[in-house]
């Protein structure tokens, strides 16, 4: 049920590619996801803007096991002491460092032409991290109010089958790349993942999370969006 007393915050921190979200819950702060390898000052340095020291993080939520989210997860647990939790299903790409194995298909042109151009490709999305064991693994939902977060951690698989997304009580998502923003300027609106284990859950996911009326999506590259309607014609025209 949606709380409007809530007062959580999704603050979006853009470190070129890929978002990381600062999340302020009434008692305490979390990060979700963590941009490509070498991001962490970057991160930092915006969470300090934010009056938020390292140590106030309590939590690091990854949305799924590919490097442009995950890749300064180890570093960021270094410098934050916070555990970092992934979805067990991706939980083997963030150890070993790279993206999920099983989830690199291309779901159209921008991707494949990106494919025959590797060293474009891995100016967009480095082909690997820092490996990064999880601290926290898990196979269903739960809920953050443990770390001062009044949200909770949805199974919303397809573009990874580890993807998840956060919906907090107040009515914000963070949906990773469940829907696809803006990348590199060649994508502005809303539109499928470039890459997808299975697009087709991918879009069942998208319809469960609109089921749930968040009032603000935040997508891992670009947006955030608030017109639910649009979001929900990609869902539909796709699926
Ligand atoms: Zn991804
Ligand atoms: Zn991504």
New binding site residues.
Partial sequence: MRDDKVTNAVVQINTGMANVFLIRGGAGYILVDTGNPGKEDLVLEQLKEHGVAPDDIRLILI??G?V??FGSAAALRELTSAPVAIHTLDGDAMRQGI?QPD?LKPTGKLMAFLRRIPALQNKV?PEAAPACEPDVVFEEEWRLDDYGIAGRVLLTPG??PG?VSLLLDGGEAVV??VVMGKLMGLIRKPGP???AWDLERNWQSLRRLLALSPRVVYV?HGGPFDDLAALAKLGTARG
Avoid: A, I, K, R
């Fill in positions: 949305t799924h590919h442009d989210h993206h989830s999305v573009h990874t993807s990773g790349d993942p470039l890459v891992g």
